[in-house]
């Protein structure tokens, strides 16, 4: 309720500052039916950057993530490109090198993507992406880390044109609590 805002924030402030000796906060947007999509990447150290497409991480419990889909479900197709296009933007903008997943919050209602993060690092549902594209994540990551171009036969990535989808997978995850 909007009469509860400046109590909240002051309570916040109070928070932020006794933990991080700062009373700075963010205020993010709320977003009602909003959908966790993360962007699979690869870059080398020469300057090569791919995306691997998109799964979809909306299925969680206490921000868990225990159902992940590839490609994400009924997710419009300029959509799709539009988040493949920003993560790859953020990757140069970095010069990324090695796996990692860019994740955004997907507001329905709106058709609005906002960047959440950047894991530079292989994820445990990688799993779902190596079955859709038949790229072997970890493979590729050794063998960029060791100094090989994404486009050595010994990677045997393909150019970004010619990497596609094929078929759905999903990776479910037994929680305990």
């Known amino acids: 309720k909007e009469e509860e805002l400046p109590a909240a924030l002051e309570a916040a402030q109070r928070e932020s500052l006794t933990a991080f000796g700062s009373d700075e906060v963010f205020v993010e ?4 039916r909003a959908r966790h999509i993360e962007v699979q990447l690869l870059g080398d150290s ?3 950057l791919v995306h691997l497409y ?3 991480c909306s299925v969680q419990r206490r921000h868990q993530k225990v159902v992940e889909i590839a490609p994400a479900p009924n997710l419009p197709a300029d959509i799709r490109q ?11 903008q970095v010069n990324y090198d090695n796996a990692g997943t860019v994740e955004f919050l997907y507001d329905v209602d709106a058709a609005k993507f906002y960047f959440i993060e950047v894991n530079p690092r292989i994820q445990v549902e990688h ?5 859709v594209t038949n790229i072997d994540l970890v493979r590729s990551q050794i063998l960029v880390a060791m100094g090989y171009p994404l486009s050595h036969e010994t990677v045997g990535l393909p150019p970004q044109n010619e990497i596609r989808t094929s078929g759905f997978a999903i990776q479910c995850r037994v929680t305990t609590e």
């Open 29 to 32: 947007k709320f977003v009602e």
């Open 46 to 48: 020469h300057g090569n």
């Open 54 to 56: 998109e799964r979809d």
């Open 82 to 92: 539009q988040l493949c296009d920003a993560a790859i933007k953020i990757g140069k």
């Open 127 to 131: 799993t779902v992406t190596e079955e």
